[in-house]
Every structure is written in C-alpha cells, then in structure tokens.
C-alpha cells in the first residue's frame, strides 16, 4: 500500500496525540504538573537547535541519555502537542 505525505503526516499527528491522551488518562490531575516540565525541556531545545516544537522534540528523543527510555519520550511527544495545542 502506498501512503501519500500528507497521510503520513496525518497518521504521525494522531500517534503524537494519542500520547499526550494516554498520558493524560493515566496521570489524572498530575498531568499539568508534569507536562509543564516537559515544555521546558522543550523551549530549553527550541533555543538551543533554533527550531520548532516537533524538531526539539526529535532532538530530545535522539540524545543517547533518553533514546531508551520510551515513557520519557511519550512525555516529550506529549509537551510538543500541548504546546502547540493547549488541551483543557
């Protein structure tokens, strides 16, 4: 099956969404407080790269201090979402 780009593009939004609502699910009402220190990870990594929140996001996942931690990167993913689209 061939999957055109803007399909990829769609179904990897809804993956990265789907983390932030797992996480939200599974923290209840800790999940603003810790989602607020994801963000700073990830504004602390726009500055350093110079790029937005999805490619800090990335750099962050990629760093060999968290590549094999797979909930840190769903938090990661998470803070990159609600970044750009606060949830309630």
Known sequence: MVVNRAE?????AAKMYECRDTLKR???DKFRERITEYQGFLRTAMQ?????EI??????????????S??????LIAA???LLEPSE
């Open 8 to 12: 990829q593009q769609i179904r990897i």
């Open 26 to 28: 599974l923290t209840g």
């Open 48 to 52: 350093r790269y110079e790029c937005d």
């Open 55 to 68: 490619k800090a996001a990335m750099h962050l996942c990629h760093d060999e201090r968290i590549r094999d």
């Open 70 to 75: 797979a909930i840190t990167q769903m938090w």
């Open 80 to 82: 990159a979402v609600e």
